[in-house]
């Protein structure tokens, strides 16, 4: 019988924006060993945590969720959760919290290996469980913790009060990180980061914004793959740059009527919620079997910041989508599936997220009737595949393309 031949893989193209994202998430893990290995101070960095502190100050950094993900994603969330678990850690708590806190302890894990933080900084800006995760990381690690508070927003603007009482958090951060790495702020160098940082923003907004055409020309999966060097890496001129290749490719797969989402574009919808690593391909491929298309996301353009002064870069931080009341939240949500044609909203109730989670019931049924659209939810989490049903999932979307169908079929009639 004839061996069976695998298929090469071609090479990426080294000047396409795949191959420069996928290059800065990676050196970012490389640098922070080498920084470790030179006897430079690591950090380990909470998603929402202003970047463009230690990045002005060049320190080294680890995000704990991002290598959550990376792990999930290669197959190894469940060994990880269930090492923090036989420790004592609950299975009710967030999974990326769990790989963390398993990763302190064993200090290596072949799916993504990182250098061992020297100081942790955490803001709680994208949930509670954050403190209690950088709190535990801080006594079973030995080192310090700085933590940003941020309050939640009742209110549509942010107010010149809870700037002054956010920016007093920032200046002590930037003091004690100075001590503890022995490195000094520069005004110039932060103009600099700044800069960087929003027209890497600028570019990625524009690049998301591409959906409002259709066909859109990119899958809306490949969104969540580029976000990680939104999240950790936007105040770095090689960030703008690979992020302006984005968008150059995305307005030619426009004008040439081409798209990275490899089916017809039947379907348009709004994915909510943070993607299920381990089962990443199960849902890309369960929606493009069907020809639907996740063209948009909140947690795309969550990380995109535009602004013009150190207050302002405050500000932004103030407004992140879950730092904000309902209605403001909600509202952002209506006007992206409102731009980019959503026909349906999938939403992923996470089992890691439980505020969030219990949020999105209201916020979902608010946001399928201002924009008239049918809203389906599965259950699943983020990083532990024990918490997915393939089933279940395949049967909401089958669900949420035939309601689609049929209200195409009405239009039609």
């Known amino acids: 019988m004839a061996q069976e031949v695998k298929k090469q893989r071609t090479p990426p193209d080294p000047n396409s924006a795949k191959y420069k994202l996928g290059k800065i998430a990676a050196d970012a893990y490389k640098d922070a060993l080498a920084a470790k290995a030179r006897g430079e101070k690591v950090a380990w960095v909470s998603s929402n945590f202003p970047v463009e ?15 959550a993900a990376g792990i999930a994603a290669r197959g190894a969330g469940a060994r990880m959760c269930q090492e923090a678990e036989a420790d004592g850690y609950s299975n009710d708590i967030c999974a990326y919290a769990r790989i963390s806190l398993a990763y302190a302890k064993l200090k290596s894990c072949p799916e993504q290996d990182v250098a061992m933080p020297d100081v942790l900084l955490c803001c709680n800006n994208i949930c509670n469980c954050m403190i209690k995760w950088y709190e535990n990381l801080s006594r079973e690690l030995n080192v310090p913790l700085i933590m940003l508070d941020i309050p939640f927003n009742p209110d549509d603007e942010v107010s010149d009060a809870q700037v002054a009482y956010v920016k007093g958090q920032f200046l002590d951060a930037i003091k004690r990180l100075e001590e503890i790495t022995g490195k000094k702020w520069s005004d110039e160098k932060f103009q600099e980061v700044m800069e960087n940082s929003c027209r890497t923003s600028r570019a990625w907004l524009a690049a998301t914004a591409m959906a409002r ?21 936007r105040g770095k001129p090689e960030a703008a740059e690979a992020m302006e290749t984005l968008l150059r490719e995305y307005q030619e797969n426009h004008d040439a009527g081409k798209s990275t989402f490899r089916a017809e574009e ?6 909510e919620g943070i993607a299920c690593w381990p089962w990443l391909r199960v849902t890309s491929a369960g929606l493009k079997g069907r020809g639907v298309n996740m063209v948009t996301t909140i947690y795309a353009d969550a990380f995109g910041f535009d602004y013009d002064s150190f207050d302002n870069m405050i ?11 309902l209605e403001t939240a909600r509202d952002k949500r209506v006007k992206l599936c409102k731009d ?20 999105m019931p209201e916020m979902s049924r608010q946001i399928g009737e201002r924009c008239g ?4 939810s599965f259950d699943g989490d983020q990083a532990d595949p024990r918490n997915f049903s393939e089933a279940q999932y395949d049967t909401r979307v089958q ?15």
């Open 315 to 325: 500000r932004a931080y103030c407004k992140v989508p879950n730092a904000i009341n």
């Open 373 to 376: 659209i049918p809203v389906v």
């Open 399 to 413: 669900g949420l393309a035939e309601i689609m169908e049929l209200r195409k079929g009405g239009e039609r009639a």
């Open 340 to 359: 980019n044609g959503v026909e349906g909203l999938l939403v992923h109730t996470n089992r890691s997220c439980k505020l969030w989670s219990g949020f």
């Open 213 to 233: 055409y259709a066909p859109s020309p990119f899958n809306g999966f490949d969104l969540l793959n580029h976000m990680a060097v939104m999240v950790t890496a």
């Open 53 to 67: 502190i230690p990045e002005t100050l060049g320190i080294a950094t680890v995000y704990p969720e991002n290598q």
């Open 266 to 271: 039947k379907y348009r919808i709004m994915f």
